[in-house]
């Protein structure tokens, strides 16, 4: 069975399984390990500030807004409240 075939097959790209396939024959991929994960302590807060909550803002937008990414598109109309409209916007900043 040819690679490019057994990629078809399992909906993977020939050129991914390839890759994989050298990168096995040089010893660059790893059988998972058979240990369990360790966990890490974790210790909460209990005085954290809670987070705005969006949903208690009376102010509302009519609103029409539409951001394209590479993979794909958000778009928000109709009623947007300020607070995320806001907040939309400060993350797409980052």
């Not at 690679?3 to 024959?25: C, D, M, P």
């Not at 302590?41 to 909550?53: G, I, M, Y």
């Given at each position: ?10 909906g ?54 539409e ?28």
């Amino acid at each position: 069975m040819s690679i490019s075939k057994l990629a078809l097959e399992n909906g993977i790209n020939a050129n991914l399984l390839f890759k994989w396939r050298q990168q096995w024959r040089e010893g660059k991929l790893l059988l998972p390990s058979s240990e369990s994960p360790q966990l890490l302590p974790v210790t909460l807060d209990a005085a954290a500030e809670q987070p705005e909550s969006l949903a208690e803002d009376p102010e509302t937008l009519s609103i029409s807004c539409e951001v394209t990414f590479r993979h794909g598109t958000l778009r928000f109309n109709g009623n947007v409240s300020e607070k995320l409209l806001t907040l939309l916007i400060q993350e797409l900043k980052r």
